[in-house]
């Protein structure tokens, strides 16, 4: 639909109808970009959390961007990377699937199997020293 008005010209507007119906297809291109940034929330919650355990507590942060004062700013990177290490050190996609699997036993026989996946050989750990991460 296309609304005409005076200060803006013309513009588009769209609207949703209610459906029961689930979209599969919506749900399984969703699932990885979801995912990814729910680690990446998480990343940030504990990283907020041990900044202000080490007295770091004037932050600016939008999503995966984080500023600190500059006289803290080297204290904080290393906050960062360490908490990326802490996140990162438990496979969280296995774990999830563990958990779904738990919960919905009816449909484990439905999920991918992780037997394909295999783990690449980066020390996570190497993190730790890394230069250039999250600068």
């Known amino acids: ?14 609207y949703s109808v209610y459906t029961d119906d689930i979209s599969t297809s919506k749900m399984q291109t969703s699932f ?16 907020v959390n041990a900044a202000a355990d080490m007295g770091i507590e004037d932050l600016a942060l939008v999503h995966d961007s ?9 204290l904080f990177h290393r906050i960062i990377r360490e908490q990326f290490v802490k996140l ?3 496979d969280r996609l296995f774990q999830l699937h563990q958990y779904q ?5 009816e449909q ?7 037997e394909d996946v295999e783990p690449g050989d ?5 993190v730790l020293n890394a230069t250039h991460f999250f600068r």
Do not use: W
Not at 1 to 14: N, Y
Not at 101 to 105: A, C, F, G, I
Not at 108 to 114: F, G
């Open 1 to 14: 639909m296309s609304v005409q008005t005076v200060i803006s010209g013309s513009m588009r507007c769209g």
């Open 88 to 90: 990162y050190e438990t």
């Open 32 to 47: 990885a970009p979801n995912f990814v940034h729910s680690m990446d929330a998480t990343h940030l919650m504990m990283t």
């Open 101 to 105: 699997k738990k919960q919905n036993p």
């Open 66 to 74: 984080y500023a600190c004062p500059a006289g803290q700013a080297e």
């Open 122 to 126: 980066f020390d996570l750990r190497e």
């Open 108 to 114: 484990a026989d439905t999920l991918p199997s992780l």
